[in-house]
């Protein structure tokens, strides 16, 4: 069905306090605990503060009402499960690898062992772009629901191959079409991280990790951008916060260009009753 190694493998190389490990390599302790930090508190100067910020609000925005019992669908660390303030959250992932222990060890297929229908609700991301069947873990996403329940799903937009097996990349209106055929109803997609504040985020990475070579104005330009970030890696986020802070979250057409989409979509209430008007079909032979 699915298979999902890696789901929180470093994103290119690991990155500590905004730079490459090169010159020490990490512990995975290290490693997991500094990427739970960049996601659950995003610092100005981190390698992708703007992309961490925009998606956490976006995300505390649409559970800040979550209640019963929830599943962090490829769960890894769980960085967000500090959200869920009046529900319960429960882990599933695949033993192994670069996560906690979860409540769930799903199967390599990435099926998970509990009944139809058991949460109200779940929550998976930056997990899609990793499987190999994006819509078969869709598809077990609606089986795990119950009638009613709601999916709240991020996965990338514009984004550099990462994290070992990184297969897809969605526009909004893709990703909504997707988990519509695989039986959701959509309610919203959200663009994160849009326009000149996720541009802007990617050159900065790139100056990083590359550096840009000299010559002519716009080789000036950008080796110019690298040192004020080496020299004030704070103020170059406290521009786009500034400047393009309105970017952070959009929907709708207007924004064409976006790092991230986040979905929310529930299980149709009528689900079940369909389920069982097939079964009765069969056992009348109608």
Do not use: N
């Amino acid at each position: 069905m699915v298979s999902l190694p890696g789901w929180v493998s470093a994103v290119g190389k690991s990155r500590l306090g905004g730079r490459s490990a090169i010159a020490a390599e990490p512990s995975l302790d290290e490693v997991m605990a500094e990427r739970f930090r960049e996601r659950t508190r995003p610092r100005r100067g981190d390698w992708a503060y703007a992309h961490f910020l925009d998606l956490r609000d976006a995300l505390a925005e649409v559970l800040r009402d979550a209640s019963g019992v929830w599943l962090d669908y490829g769960s890894g660390t769980s960085p967000y499960r500090e959200l869920f303030a009046a529900a319960e959250l429960q882990t599933a992932d695949i033993p192994g690898g670069e996560s906690y222990v979860a409540d769930h060890a799903l199967d390599r297929d990435g099926s998970c062992p509990v009944p139809d229908g058991t949460f109200d609700g779940v929550l998976s991301t930056q997990v899609l772009e990793h499987v190999t069947d994006a819509d078969a873990y869709l598809r077990e996403a609606f089986r795990l629901l119950r009638p009613g329940g709601r999916l709240v799903l991020s996965t990338h937009g514009v984004w550099e191959e990462h994290g070992g097996q990184d297969l897809w990349r969605w526009t909004a209106d893709g990703l909504a079409l997707q988990a519509e055929r695989a039986g959701f109803a959509v309610d919203r997609t959200v663009k994160l991280t849009c326009g000149p504040r996720g541009l802007l985020l990617l050159l900065r990475w790139y100056g990083r990790d590359h550096g840009w070579p000299g010559g002519g104005p716009v080789g000036l330009v950008l080796r110019t951008l690298r040192l004020v970030d080496r020299l004030l890696p704070r103020a170059v986020d406290s521009y786009l916060d500034r400047a393009f802070g309105d970017l952070g979250r959009r929907e709708g057409p207007e924004s064409a260009f976006y790092l991230d989409i986040l979905l929310v979509a529930r299980k149709p209430e009528d689900a079940a009753v369909d389920a069982r008007d097939t079964t009765a079909a069969k056992e009348t032979g109608a």
